[in-house]
């Protein structure tokens, strides 16, 4: 498998710099264990297996990170999607990936700028009065330029970076081989679940190389929130927009993190969060399309108290069966339901083997802990936090999705509390759970539960007749097939066939021995250096033998 990887030589270099990266801070182990140090080695490219003297002083997560900065944009990406699984990793590993910066060198704008009259059709002196040439901000995926259109208009170009799309491919390529091998040969690892975080960051990461995609979200989210005039969204100039590059509104506001200005204009910091929270709740409650990331650096404060959303690269989507089960969870949290909480987990999760009732007792007592307290008392980042640590406990894993909101809840929490000290996301969650608990339970709404029910029942009573059609006729043919699968049973026969080749090698090396032993006290024949010869190639076979049986063995005890 490690061979198909090495097979495509554009991706050589790449490997032997991510190796390379992974031995500097430690990893060595993980690299032999993969099998890429000994494959570059035979492929010529020589590898140093010496970490950096600096890494003693570091920890495990600390050292994932820095190793995450080194390998580039794509794995600094990836560290960011890793910060938004709180229920696969500790709240350790969670605040060094949050530390993953999304920035990058700038690339000189004259680089740039053949690619963005590509992509507008003309000169940009024919759409821009001015455009500066320094960024505002320069990403992995791209970098933004102030400018003014002909009418005076200030709005942004935001740019792909040249020739991104090509080193992408080629990074996932080779996470999707390594994920590949590390699963198949660590049970460590595979606890983690690496290809569904892989493919989780597969959709995100190509999502996000779309910049009109971005706009398309900024103006779902804007047409979502038509009616709160507290919130602001730029406006997206399409017909400049593309692929590789949008253009939309310049904000002119007081960035999320500027406390000292907010001060000086005057703003009200409770009003603000109030306000921001009030949007988000809208979003990930009533509209299931949301802001995944809405931390200071995503928001503008603008005069009269109001806020300005930007970046929609990363958005969550819920469904209403998703949206109903999310409330469901919370209302079992406040309301003392374990047994309702303990089968949401359950019906989330992949995991079949759960200890459902060591499940539902500790529960009890998580449910307990906070059922206890007033509103007002609870803190939802606290209260996640502990559930993630229950999910890990008991190694259920959520759906992507649900990750995203989570992280969203938590970072949220975070953006109001930065801005009020007194601030609970929970009061601004009651009301819409409570609507929707509500709503759930109309008349109208149960009636339309019913008929949707009976509907799938029906559908599968028409067409039972037909399946077991095609069963018995499948049966009849001879096709009908059980596929029994036993994961990792590859591996333990390739072990076995290993173990079966030594052996019979072995048996050999002793039949010739002994039939060379025979022939050398038989008289008469050919004769090579005064010897039987027969005999002597024998022995000389033998010893080949015995050479090649050593090294298999040494080398199968290295692997191992």
């Known amino acids: 498998m490690l061979w198909e990887m090495l097979n495509a030589a554009r991706d050589l ?13 430690g990893f060595g182990s993980f690299v032999r264990g993969l099998g890429i140090g000994r494959a570059l080695e035979s492929a010529g490219k020589v590898l140093h297996w010496q970490h950096t003297e600096e890494y003693i002083k570091l920890d495990t997560p600390q050292r994932i990170r820095r190793a995450l900065e080194d390998l580039g944009p794509t794995f600094i990406k990836l560290g960011q999607i890793l910060a938004t699984r709180v229920d696969l990793f500790s709240p350790q590993y969670i605040a060094e990936f949050e530390k993953l910066q999304d920035q990058a060198p ?3 704008f004259e680089d740039l700028l053949p690619q963005i009259e590509e992509d507008i059709g003309g000169s940009i002196d024919d759409i821009f009065s001015e455009v500066d040439r320094q960024p505002l901000a320069a990403a992995s995926i791209a970098q933004v330029h102030k400018a003014v259109l002909k009418d005076g208009t200030q709005v942004i170009i935001k740019v792909r970076r040249p020739g991104l799309r090509k080193i992408i491919e080629a990074d996932l390529r080779l996470l999707q081989r390594i994920v590949d091998i590390a699963e198949s040969e660590s049970p460590e690892i595979r606890r983690f679940h690496p290809k569904e975080v892989l493919r989780q960051f597969n959709q995100s990461l190509r999502r996000e190389l779309d910049l009109a995609g971005e706009c398309r979200n900024a ?5 979502n929130l038509a009616d709160d005039l507290n919130i602001m969204i730029p406006k997206v100039y399409w017909q400049w927009t593309g692929e590789r590059l949008n253009v939309q509104e310049y904000i002119q506001g007081i960035q999320g993190r500027d406390l000292e200005s907010m001060e000086k204009m005057g703003l009200d910091r409770k009003l603000l969060a109030d306000r921001g929270t009030q949007a988000v709740m809208k979003m990930i409650m009533e509209d299931g399309f949301f802001h995944a990331d809405p931390h200071p650096g995503n928001v503008f404060y603008l005069p009269d108290n109001r806020l300005a959303f930007i970046d929609f690269g990363m958005v969550g989507r819920l469904t209403e069966e998703r949206r109903e089960q999310v409330v469901s969870l919370l209302y079992g949290m406040i309301n003392h339901a374990p047994t309702k909480v303990a089968e949401i ?22 449910v307990d802990q906070y059922s206890s307290l007033s509103l ?3 803190s939802l980042t606290a209260m996640l936090s502990d559930l993630m640590a229950l999910l890990r406990d008991h190694k259920l894993i959520l759906p992507a999705d649900l990750a995203l909101l989570i992280k969203a809840y938590i970072t949220l929490d975070g953006l109001g509390r930065y801005l009020n000290p007194d601030f609970n996301t929970l009061v601004f969650a009651a009301p819409y759970i409570q609507k929707i608990m509500l709503e759930r339970y109309r008349p109208e709404a149960i009636a339309k539960r019913g008929w949707r029910n009976l ?3 029906a559908d599968l009573l028409s067409s039972l007749p037909k399946d077991l059609r095609k069963l018995i006729r499948a049966s009849r043919k001879g096709a009908f097939q059980v596929d ?20 019979t090698m072995g048996m050999v090396t002793s039949a010739l021995i002994i039939g060379s032993s025979i022939i050398m006290t038989v008289k008469g024949g050919p004769e090579l250096f005064g010897l039987p010869a027969f005999g002597f190639l024998g022995y000389t076979f033998a ?13 199968s005890g290295n692997n191992r």
């Open 219 to 223: 103006e779902r989210v804007a047409a």
């Open 484 to 503: 029994v699968t036993v994961r990792h049973l590859d591996r333990y026969v390739n072990t076995m066939d290993n173990a079966i080749s030594r052996l």
């Open 543 to 555: 010893t080949v033998g015995g050479i090649w049986l050593l090294l298999s063995i040494w080398k």
């Open 376 to 378: 007002k008392d609870l």
């Open 455 to 457: 509907i799938s029942v």
């Open 106 to 108: 700038p690339v000189p």
């Open 345 to 366: 987990l359950e019906d989330w999760s992949d995991n079949i083997y759960t200890d459902e009732q060591a499940l539902i007792v500790e529960i009890e007592a998580f």
């Open 13 to 25: 270099g790449r490997v032997h710099d991510i190796a390379s990266v992974l031995i500097r801070y």
